[in-house]
């Protein structure tokens, strides 16, 4: 049952598992929290095969191995084989930096589904610039080849923001290059890291609207050879995205220390308690603890969202985004043109500065 008790609660499709927030980049607009969990803090592979099977129980069908850097945990193959024995759907998130073709070998041989590889532009010193990393984009475009050489499923991660936005048929080109099979044009959401270097990532409205027309072209142009997926930039939206398709609805994310999320940002909501997989079963995360059941349905929607149409569609919007620009979780959140603090974003919006990225770092 929900939070209120009136409807079944739904099962979880998806789990992002964070094997570990050790990563080679410092992407400044990732959504890893500023406090990194330390290497000695990281769940063994014999708790993340427990909570495998028990995310498999509980509804799950496809599971995202992410970072972090994957990779840098050394049995990372032992973890993926683990997944696979759970019956499910797994994907690697990487950075392309780390992982070499016997070790993707191994990953493949061990049950690997699909690769994610993120691109942080079409040139190279851009792209390296951005990541933080000097050769970064070479050994992406070389991973990429060896996971097509294995017929391994590839998507390209591209994340948008004012250094790249302009280069997007650039991106979807080097992705039909690469062998991909699907390109996520991924415009920066700020939270993490991307909150902090805000007015050195945000676009401008101008730039957003050419790449949105920019995407919908490309996407008649090149239908049946890729999918293209599109996130709009927050900022400069009408309506907000659903919360992770509802908070405690579709999905969930276990942190390198076990700490169970209803989505990636969650901890940067103060006063919520987060269950460990080291004390509860997965099942019992779900269903029970009180940061699952925090913002669960709509009863805790203001106005105007309780009497709005797209109170089911979009339940209000981010609560971490909310909690972020106007400091209540509960709050409208302020992407929506209806907001009380809608003013807020188109103010943030247009702030821009050309500064140094404060980079991602242990």
């Not at 909501?269 to 699952?292: G, N, R, T």
């Not at 209540?328 to 140094?356: F, I």
Request: proline share 6%; aromatic share 6%; charged share 20%.
């Amino acid at each position: 049952m929900s939070s209120s008790g009136t409807t079944a609660l739904p099962r979880p499709l998806g789990l992002l598992a964070e094997l570990t927030h050790r990563c080679p980049l410092g992407c400044p607009y990732c959504s890893n929290p500023l406090a990194l969990d330390p290497r000695h803090d990281e769940l063994d592979a014999a708790t993340w095969a427990r909570v495998f099977k028990e995310a498999a129980a509980l509804g799950v069908l496809q599971v995202h191995l992410s970072g972090g850097e994957p990779a840098s945990r050394r049995d990372v193959v032992e973890i993926m084989a683990s997944a696979h024995a759970a019956g499910l759907y797994t994907n690697l998130i990487t950075s392309g930096v780390g992982v070499t073709k016997e070790r993707l070998a191994a990953l493949a041989d061990a049950g690997l589904d699909h690769v994610q590889v993120s691109i942080q532009d079409s040139e190279e010193r851009s792209a390296d610039h951005i990541a933080g990393y000097e050769g970064a984009f070479a050994r992406k475009r070389a991973l990429a080849a060896d996971v097509v050489a294995l017929k391994i499923p590839l998507t390209i991660n591209a994340v948008i923001h004012r250094a790249n936005i302009a280069r997007v048929e650039d991106l979807v080109t080097m992705a039909l290059d690469m062998g991909a099979s699907r390109v996520e044009i991924a415009h920066v959401q700020y939270y993490g890291w991307a909150l902090q270097n805000r007015a050195a990532l945000m676009p401008t409205r101008e730039q957003v609207d050419a790449a949105v027309g920019a995407v919908e072209a490309l996407r008649k142009r090149h239908h049946g050879r890729i999918v293209i997926d599109a996130v709009v930039p927050d900022y400069h939206a009408r309506f907000p995205k659903p919360c992770v398709g509802g908070w405690g609805r579709r999905s969930l994310n276990v942190t390198p220390a076990g700490k169970v999320l209803p989505c990636h940002a969650a901890e940067s909501i103060p006063d919520l308690e987060f269950w460990s997989v080291k004390d509860h079963s997965l099942a019992d995360i779900w269903i029970s603890s009180p940061a699952f059941n925090a913002f669960r349905g709509t009863d805790f929607l203001p106005a105007p969202c309780q009497t709005c149409e797209r109170r089911e569609i979009d339940f209000g919007g981010c609560r971490c985004q909310a909690f972020a620009l106007t400091g209540d979780a509960r709050a409208t959140d302020p992407v929506c043109q209806l907001s009380p603090h809608h003013d807020r974003v188109a103010e943030l919006a247009a702030q821009h500065e050309d500064r140094s990225y404060s980079y991602r770092r242990m």
